[in-house]
């Protein structure tokens, strides 16, 4: 595999079906260019927050809530409707989305390896802009991330 190659780790049906799901009625024709299961954070000091799912693409990043079951464990929201959720199903929902054009920044943070932080212009000019700030398992996978999205914008 080249550096300019990127590698699809996870080609699971269940994941790409409840994507799919998630950004209906869009039309999601987009290639997933990296997919990355992190928490997201509020502070750059904080170490526990919501699990997300990442999702870079073609054009866009997103941060997805995802409710799941498999391997003895629950990831729900309190609003989810664990009845309806057998062992093996995966929903997703859209939490945060953004087009590639839109991010003026991305990098680890200084503080921790493993933390990333996208800064994302706000389409409203009185807005500040936004940022996600994103815990990793460790550094390699968030310097991963980090040149994959930098890959993507070029």
Not at 17 to 45: C, E, M, N
Not at 56 to 81: K, P, Q, W
Not at 93 to 118: C, N, P, W
Request: with cysteine; net charge negative; proline share 2%.
């Amino acid at each position: 595999v080249s550096n300019d190659t990127l590698k699809v780790e996870n080609d699971d049906n269940a994941v790409l079906l409840a994507v799919t799901r998630a950004l209906a009625p869009k039309t999601f024709s987009d290639d997933i260019l990296h997919y990355h299961i992190l928490t997201q954070i509020w502070q750059p000091g904080d170490m526990e927050g919501p699990r997300r799912t990442f999702i870079l693409t073609n054009e866009r990043i997103y941060l997805f809530h995802e409710t799941y079951t498999g391997d003895g464990s629950v990831c729900a929201l309190m609003n989810d409707d664990g009845a309806n959720i057998q062992n093996g199903d995966v929903m997703m929902r859209v939490v945060a989305g953004s087009r590639l054009a839109h991010i003026t920044e991305i990098r680890m943070l200084d503080e921790d390896s493993r933390k990333v932080s996208i800064t994302i212009k706000t389409r409203n000019r009185l807005s500040r802009s936004a940022e996600w700030i994103l815990l990793c398992k460790d550094s390699d996978n968030s310097q991963k991330l980090v040149q994959d999205v930098r890959r993507a914008m070029d």
